[in-house]
């Protein structure tokens, strides 16, 4: 059971240049989220998806987009990376009271 | 604004003695508090969650404690051992509308824990 998987693991991006996250679970939660989290700072919610097709925003949106095509993936795309966007994301998702978070995707913008 | 505070930032102690972490929340409505541990280089993981009912949650060598009229709320961890060398993550959860989405969740900054021999 892998729950959820995030790829990649580490990424070095140049400022301006695009890149998806992938986050997959096999769980068939509905709510998927991603979250940054920053030195010093809590986890901060990105964008979150409460199924197939549907997406919303949430603290910190700006600079990344979503989709959710199926239950299973919900990728997180930088459309052109900043160097405020390096910190570490995370995929989680949420199923009665409890989330299940992946193991993190390390992004550093030069 | 809801906030939630956590104290210490860091500890250190020995292997096998205890400790307690806390957390003060502003977050109101309440729905639940959750303690997530987080190893360095890892996602968190759940410890516990309560309601606004529930005064005390054990997990193994972890018993959380929760006062909703302070809004205070603590980790305590007996007999520990280095593998309990960690960040704690304290979150609160507010109701919001309704749905799957329909809860909001603010997190604290964590406690770094560190377990020495």
């Known amino acids: 059971n892998a729950g959820v998987t995030q790829t990649p693991k580490f990424q070095v991006l140049k400022t301006g240049q695009s890149m998806t996250l992938q986050c997959a679970q096999d769980m068939n939660h509905e709510y998927m989220s991603w979250y940054r989290q920053d030195p010093g700072m809590g986890l901060r919610l990105i964008h979150y998806?409460?199924?197939?097709?549907?997406?919303d925003q949430g603290e910190v949106p700006n600079g990344y987009n979503v989709s959710r095509s199926t239950t299973e993936d919900f990728p997180l795309r930088l459309l052109s990376a900043a160097p405020s966007q390096t910190s570490v994301y995370f995929c989680?998702?949420?199923?009665?009271?409890?989330?299940?978070f992946g193991e993190g995707s390390w992004l550093t913008v030069v | 604004k809801n906030q939630v505070e956590q104290s210490p930032q860091s500890l250190i102690i020995l292997e096998g003695k205890n400790c307690t972490l806390q957390?003060?929340?502003?977050?109101?409505?309440?729905?639940?508090l959750r303690w997530y541990k987080q190893d360095t280089g890892r996602g968190p993981v759940s410890l516990t969650i309560m309601t606004f009912s529930e005064n005390t949650k054990s997990n193994g060598r972890y018993t959380a404690t929760l006062d909703a009229d302070t809004k205070q709320s603590s980790l305590h961890i007996t007999a520990s051992q280095l593998s309990d060398s960690a960040s704690y993550i304290c979150?609160?959860?507010?109701?919001?509308?309704?749905?799957?989405?329909?809860?909001?969740?603010?997190f604290g900054k964590g406690t770094k824990l560190s377990v020495i021999p």
């Open positions: 979150v609160v959860s507010a109701p919001r509308g309704h749905g799957a989405g329909s809860y909001q969740l603010t």
């Open positions: 957390c003060n929340y502003t977050v109101s409505p309440f729905s639940n």
């Open positions: 989680a998702t949420r199923a009665e009271n409890t989330i299940y």
């Open positions: 998806s409460v199924g197939a097709g549907i997406t």
